[in-house]
């Protein structure tokens, strides 16, 4: 498994060569948003089913909205 993690790694590099400045922001931008990603998903974990329950019964705001509203901005 560590010598294809190499190999995805060299041609990771290789590519990498090959972008111009555009194509390179667009990267990092979304390396940034994996990384945000991995480190909700860390944090999601940490709450009981129970926890999240009780959090979801006390919100006030409309999660059909939000998600609606996050989908548009996505487009």
Do not use: F, N, P
Not at 24 to 37: D, G
Not at 54 to 63: E, L, Y
Request: proline fraction near 0%; include cysteine.
């Amino acid at each position: 498994m560590k010598d294809k993690g190499i190999k995805i790694r060299e041609k990771i590099e290789k590519e990498l060569e090959t972008l111009d400045l555009d194509e390179l922001s667009i990267l990092y931008e979304q390396i940034k948003l994996i990384a945000r990603k991995k480190s909700h998903t860390r944090k999601c974990a940490s709450h009981t089913i129970e926890e999240i329950q009780k959090m979801m019964s006390s919100s006030k705001s409309s999660w059909t909205e939000t998600v609606y509203i996050d989908r548009e901005e996505r487009l």
